[in-house]
Nanobody, 126 residues
Framework: QVHLVESGGGSVQAGGSLRLSCAASGYTYNRRCMAWFRQAPGKEREGVAAITGGGSTFYADSAKDRFTISQDNAKNTLYLQMNSLNPEDTAMYYC????????????????????WGQGTQVTVSS
């Protein structure tokens, strides 16, 4: 099993920054592919960014050049640094984990559906 706990959400004005954290526990094998997803009211959940155990990163177009995903393996913590936030980034952000290998993570991270955190709310005002 994997347990994920997100933190760091909040309310910011457009142009601001936030850093989300996800504390992970459980079998490392089940966390070989880690990602951030988000879901805005009335919209489907969407992948934001993913990272493999080796540190390869992948981003949705909406996150490129503004968000950075990273991990501290010693602390079992996943991060999402979000800069230049805009109101369209308002959503509940979820941490996700999956045992898929790096090559599979690269190809299909947006279909992850194994382990989820409870979410942290991000609200961006104009």
């Amino acid at each position: 099993q994997v347990h994920l706990v997100e933190s760091g959400g909040g309310s910011v004005q457009a142009g601001g920054s936030l850093r989300l954290s996800c504390a992970a526990s459980g079998y490392t094998y089940n966390r070989r592919c880690m990602a951030w997803f988000r879901q805005a009211p009335g919209k489907e959940r969407e992948g934001v960014a993913a990272i493999t155990g080796g540190g390869s990163t992948f981003y949705a177009d909406s996150a490129k050049d503004r968000f950075t995903i990273s991990q501290d393996n010693a602390k079992n913590t996943l991060y999402l640094q979000m800069n230049s936030l805009n109101p369209e980034d308002t959503a509940m952000y979820y941490c996700a984990a999956d045992p898929r290998a790096s090559w599979d993570c690269a190809l299909s991270w947006k279909t992850m559906n194994n382990y989820w955190g409870q979410g942290t709310q991000v609200t961006v005002s104009s």
